[in-house]
């Protein structure tokens, strides 16, 4: 029996970007390097060329540079990553879900309006996808934890599109780095994480 909910924030329908002129590109490059490129649609967002958007996130339509992760940094994602793909095989397994992804920094779609925002979580678990389909919405995401000091837990609210605080473990404050049985049971020591 599988105690999967229903996904109900389906994203737009799947279409391929037209071409664009290259100045535009040239000008949007330039304003960007100032820090000052604001107003940014999804679909000027698909038109960026894909090394681009890879450093980069959408925050309510400003484009926002992001910065690589110390070593230590990658190292917690690594270990939370590995940590959460155990957790999700075991749920897969029990038949909690049908089926489950767990990757690093993938574009996820939070919303398109009033203004896109589009995030890459360091470590992120989520519902496998259609055959075919190339983008990952905010509604496909299960946990986001993605840090090693302190692991904070958010959970969408679905009915309001927004993130809530849903748990946060800090070494050397709570026993264990992760414990909880939503969206399935996930447990792991502070050792497990260790790099």
């Not at 980069?56 to 990553?81: K, M, V």
């Not at 800090?170 to 049985?181: I, K, L, M, Q, Y």
Request: hydrophobic share 40%; aromatic share 6%; proline share 7%.
């Amino acid at each position: 029996m599988t105690r999967e909910p229903p996904l109900e924030l389906p994203g737009p329908t799947e279409r391929e970007p037209g071409p664009v002129d290259e100045a535009v590109l040239a000008a949007y490059g330039m304003v960007e390097a100032a820090g000052l490129l604001s107003g940014v649609s999804l679909e000027l967002w698909e038109h960026l060329p894909e090394d681009f958007c890879q450093d980069h996130e959408l925050d309510r339509g400003r484009l926002i540079r992001r910065e690589s992760g110390t070593p230590g940094h990658q190292s917690a994602s690594l270990s939370i990553a590995i940590v959460l793909k155990s957790a999700a095989r075991k749920a897969v397994a029990a038949e909690m879900y049908s089926c489950l992804r767990v990757s690093q920094d993938l574009d996820v779609r939070l919303w398109d309006v009033p203004c896109a925002t589009i995030r890459k979580p360091d470590v992120l678990v989520y519902r496998c996808l259609e055959p075919g389909a190339r983008r990952l919405w905010a509604g496909n995401v299960l946990p986001d934890d993605s840090a090693i000091a302190t692991i904070q837990r958010f959970r969408l609210v679905q009915d309001h599109g927004v993130y809530l605080d849903a748990g946060t473990w800090t070494n050397g404050a709570t026993a264990e780095a992760v414990r909880t049985d939503t969206p399935f049971p996930i447990e792991a020591a502070w050792t497990d994480l260790d790099f």
